[in-house]
């Protein structure tokens, strides 16, 4: 069983990824942060809550975490989630009570809990991690993994060379990966290989239950913005790599190797540099297993599996 506590910032994927981890049998959601990121704070704080809220989980309390990067201002890409973070949608609001706690506390006492069980799962921006670690700098005692959805060894998707999770924070990145904690990342390399094809959408949504209903009703408008970005009508399920990965390990191959994330380049700020195909490797011990494939059929069978059953 894996007890993770995630951190999101929903977001249509990260929404896509928490359906998905409410129906794994591996995974217990010790509790959601959320983030800014695709949408400020107080928006993704409220989009976790109603979703879960829409899917009779209110068990599963959401703490408020990261509200800006630890240097710079928030950019929200309003044009891709929607300016609200969920495709504009109005959902009803969660009546479950509003905690007070914030996430930081909420993580390091679960943390505690759990005695070196919990792991943490990065959907957003990497400031959660870097604001739990300065506040709780031996949380690294007690944080058995961190899988994350970030990251480009090639290309970028937030500029030329990076990715927009790891551009929104740098300096939190490096943070995370030099935090001594294993990191099992999941960059565009084997996310944009990730998809569901446009009829493979539609057969999810036709299935016409809740989770294919609301499905629908997220999804109208992020196909073309892909089809404009990346000339294919696709549904990149980014955040759905690393807890599907939980759930399903051999959907996907990874590799070990020595992250660096680059916080100052003018043209490579928010770069992860990967030491994996160099004859110069970084020194010390790897500090990430990075994921570059992922049978992309089988992906898209279990996706369709797990919401069908709503
Ligand atoms: O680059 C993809 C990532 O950025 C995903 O987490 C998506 O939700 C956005 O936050
Ligand atoms: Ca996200």
Redesign the pocket.
């Known amino acids: 069983m894996h007890h993770v506590f995630i951190s ?7 929404a896509l990824a928490l359906l998905i981890a409410l129906k794994c049998k591996n995974i217990k959601i010790e509790g959601i942060s959320a983030s800014y ?2 949408a400020p704070l107080e928006d993704t704080f409220r989009n976790s809550r109603d979703i879960l809220s829409m899917f009779d989980r209110e068990d599963i309390k959401v703490y408020k975490g990261a509200k800006k990067p630890l240097v710079d201002q928030p950019r929200f ?1 309003g044009d ?2 929607g300016k609200n973070g969920i495709n504009e949608l109005q959902i009803p609001s969660s009546k479950a009570p509003v905690e007070k706690k914030d996430s930081f506390d909420a993580i390091y006492s679960a943390a505690k809990r759990l005695k070196g069980e919990l792991e943490l799962v990065m ?3 990497s400031t959660d991690f870097a604001l739990l670690y300065l506040r709780y700098p031996d949380i690294t005692k007690y944080i058995k993994k961190i899988y994350i ?2 990251g480009a060894l090639l290309g970028g ?2 500029s030329p060379q990076a ?3 790891i551009f ?1 924070d740098p300096v939190s990145s490096e943070m995370l990966f030099d935090s001594n904690i294993k990191i099992y990342m999941f960059p ?1 390399d084997v ?1 944009m290989s990730s998809f569901f094809t446009e009829e493979e959408l539609q057969e999810i949504i036709k299935t016409d239950n809740k989770a294919g209903r609301f499905i629908g009703d997220l999804t109208t408008n992020i196909m073309d913005f892909y089809l404009t970005h990346t000339g294919k009508k696709y549904f ?1 399920f ?2 759905g790599c690393p807890l599907i990965y939980l759930e399903n390990p051999s959907l996907f191959k990874g590799y070990n190797c020595t992250v660096k994330v680059e916080s100052y380049g003018k043209l490579t700020y928010g770069k992860t540099i990967c030491d994996l195909d160099s004859d110069i490797k970084f020194a010390g011990k790897k500090n990430a297993k990075v994921f570059l494939q992922v049978k992309r059929e089988e992906f898209f069978s279990f996706c369709k599996d797990k919401f069908s059953s709503y």
């Open positions: 999101m910032d929903p977001g249509i994927d990260d990121g695709n890409p891709v989630h959907l957003g921006p959805m970030g998707n937030r990715e927009f999770n929104a565009l996310t990149y980014h955040d």
